[in-house]
Structures are given as C-alpha cells and as structure tokens.
C-alpha cells in the first residue's frame, strides 16, 4: 500500500530543472513527540520569488543554476529566516495550539564532490546517510537545502497510537509555509523512527526469512574494533534507483522510500533494531493508490526533463555491537515492492595490548575532506565516522565488481599498543591477491611503513590503498591485507572478496 508517511528523512531538498524547482526529498523532518511537547518542523519561503523563478522559459534551461552560481546569497532570499514563535499560528485537529518556541535548524544535506563526480547527500532522521546518484563536476544543477522551523508545543492528552491534523500559518503576506499534515502519538526510540507506523510494520514483516525479493540490494557490514564495550559497525546499501515505485506530478516527487535492520544474536533474539526515512511527503494530499495491481502509475515512470534522477540509490548507516556472532537482516522499501538481504557478523573481543587489524573495505569512491566543514557535513560527522586516512575520505561500496580500468582502494584501521609509549615503533603493512577459487597468490605488493598515517596521542592508524587492476584478467579474487609491529605481533591475514569484470559499462556504477 502506497503510505502517506509519518517519518520522513531531513530539510527541504530542492532541484533546479530546466528552470524549475522541484522538491527532491522529504519537505521536512516528522513531526515528533519528545518530553511531553510535539515539535513541528516548518519551512518556509517567499512565495513570490519562488513563483518568478518557476516561471523561467524552457530555453532558459540553466538560468536558476548560473543564477545561483553568481550569488550564494540568492536563497537567503527565499528562505525566511526571522521569524519567531508570534509569526505562526499552529492547529492541532483544528484547535489552535499555543507555540511554547520556534527555533531555526539548518539543513542536514551537502553536495559532495568526489573522483565519479557530485552527488547530493542527506542525513536521515535515524543518523543514516541516503545519497544520490552521480552527476558530472560540470553540472549546472543547483541542488538546494533550506532551513527550517521547529515549532513546539505541549498538547492534549490523546490515547497511544491516536493521530492528529496539524497545519500551520504564518501571520506575514505572500509567503508559503511546508509542514507534514499528520503526527501519530508513538513512542519509538531515535534510531528506529519507523517502529509503530504502518510502513514500519510492513518492513518488520519484509524481514522475515524467505521473504520474495522483488528489489535488487547489495549489502556490505564490516567491524572496526575500537573500544572493548563496543565495536563500531559499518553497514552499506545500494539499490537500483530506478526500480523503486515514484512518480511525478507538477514536478513534485512521490515515493516512500525506507530502510530497517534488524540485528539477531546467535540464540535467535533481537540485539538491536534500526530504521530510516527517504522520502516523502506533502502533507494532506490525496495519493495514488498503489495497492492496485492495475494502477497506471506503478508501470509508467513519469521523469522531469532530461530525465534527472530524484531518488536516493545508497544507504549508509553505522551502530555499536559488543563482542559476538550475530546475524543481520536489512530490507529496504518502496511502499509496496521490498528487497531484502541478510548476513552473519562477528564481533571479536577487543584487546588494547594486542596488534589488531580491522575489516578491510573496499571503495571505488574518494574525495579529499574540505578544509572548512559546512554545517551539513558537521551534522553528518556527528552521526558517523567517515573513512578517512591522511585527509581522503573513502566511502565503501556494497558491490565489489570492478572494471580493469578502475582503481580499487582498500581502507583497514590498525590499533598498534605501541604508538603512545613508542611513537617512531614501525608497523609494516603487507597486502596481496589471490585467486578466489584456488587461493593461489596472484599479486603480491612491496611492504607498506605505516607510519606517515600515524596521528599524535592514538593508537589508531587508519590506512588506505589504492591497488591498480590493468594486470588482473577477468575473475573472482580476494585483496588480503596483513600488519605486523616492531614487538614481533603480527596479525592474521583479512581478505576482501572482489571481482574484475570483463569490460567497462556504457555507464559508471558506483
């Protein structure tokens, strides 16, 4: 069933097409119950500057874009940002409601560039990280993010599970103001938003084993061990954009689009549960609905002009395990399709003492990390930890199959006892590939120093690589990587299973 959503991922994210804005993701963050008060995000923008700007001749095509090239500033005028809690009016089942406070957040969206191109980036409501598909470095899209309000007020007492209305007004002329049109009186906790909501329910039973998948999903989860209380688990998902349910109309993107894992102990219980937002909703309007086999609008794509790309097609996500064997199963929705995968997962003891090699990632993907954080990208660190060795960020891809014209890079982390007490020790690296059929060794590289990635006052080292393929023909190999330290601890070898393809795409994969 295709669900007005009640959880939904981040700020107003908008796209500039042939001239005309469109709204690319969620309008803004669910409405929440937090401390006994909803809060209700807002935004808000000029409606006339927003109508001028739409109205933009087809052969104008590019016109937003360069126009927001030549003056940053262009969407401060947009978006309103001096408000204050008197400016709004908000409703609640049609009874006015007294705004306790309003408060401005910023977006939690950036652009990223990197070695594939840009693409956009969205920190979902759980922490995750939802990004979009690749477009050239020359693209004169503007992809665009607004602020927006929170409002907040104390409500009535209503039964658990009960839903309410809510709409919201500004006291000032000529501006329009985006909220979601329902909240639901569910407790869940912050990782896990869609626990207690119809989709989320939908997801709980996607995750069951045997479970058709009608959605192509590749998943990767690797173990950093850190911290003896907890390991840092990394999770990647990447999907088909193309073949979740959406559609178009006026320009503005309908989907419901999420994510939920669930982690299992080796006894069958639950662990840990977590789920995610991507897209959308525009508050009271009617769907279509997509629980009708024959429904036109499930067959029929309708797309923008020059067929961009409005859809998230990776999914990244990062949570804390303690020492065990586990299993995880995630899934990821459309509404009404699902697609489903499942993996084991160790999480070996920690020993501060003892040299100690992590997972090895692999990446096709690098981008250098900008000297100035936006406030975008700070919200992003605060939700994950990024790859990062000598001031490159790699992002792990859930899909190991290169082309011999790629660059595979390996990113491992090395916790070396001797880097506080001895801080020239030397830990040296060895890397090489073998077949993965028959384990021969294929290729063997020279012996790696680690210590030009070494920081001061941590005995982490966090390393990365970047191994050629010209000289690898087609077939199945594993890139294994070993350390061993100047106290003669050396540890054992971690492999990462990948293919070479035979020829290169008509497109790049990611």
Known sequence: M?????????????????????????AQDPIRVQSHEVLVPTVVFDKVIYAQLNKMKPHHRDSSGHQVAKNE???????????????FHLFEDGVEQKIQRARLEPPAFRVVEDNLGKHPEIV????????????????MRAWLAWPQYVLAYVPAKSPAGSCHQIQVKVDRPNLEVWTRGEYCNTDHPASDPLTGTEFGKQLEAAASPGTPSAIELKMKVWVFADDPAAARVYLSLEFPWQALLHEFRDGTLYATIGSLLMVYRKDGTLAAR???????????????????????WQHVVTQPPGGETMLPDRYETQFALPPGE?????????????????????????????LELSDVVLSRRARKVPAEASEAAEQVAKSYTPLTSKGVEFTPTADPEFW??????????????????QPGAEVQVNMRITDAESGAEVDRFAPVDATAYRKAGTPLIAMARGVPLKRLTPGAYRLEVQASNARGQTTEWR????????????????
């Open 274 to 296: 977590y789920s995610d937002f991507a897209c959308c909703d525009y508050g009271n309007e009617k769907k279509p609905n997509a629980s009708d086999p024959q429904a036109e």
């Open 326 to 354: 586990y299993q995880v199963r995630a899934v990821l929705s459309d509404g009404l399709h699902f697609g489903g995968r499942e993996a084991p997962l160790t999480v070996a003891s920690y020993d501060a003492g003892k």
């Open 124 to 139: 979902g409501s759980s922490g995750g990280l939802w990004s979009y598909p690749d477009t050239p470095k020359t693209d």
């Open 404 to 421: 011999p014209s790629n660059m595979l890079f390996a990113y491992f982390e090395i916790n070396d006892p001797l880097t506080d007490r």
């Open 495 to 510: 492999s990462a299973p990948f293919t070479v393809m035979e020829a290169a795409p008509l497109e790049p994969l990611r």
């Open 2 to 26: 295709f669900l007005r959503a009640r959880i939904a991922l981040s700020s107003l994210v908008l796209l500039c097409i042939s001239g005309k804005l469109a709204p690319v993701a969620a």
């Open 73 to 87: 500033k262009l969407w401060d005028s947009i978006a309103v940002k001096d408000l204050t809690a008197k400016n």
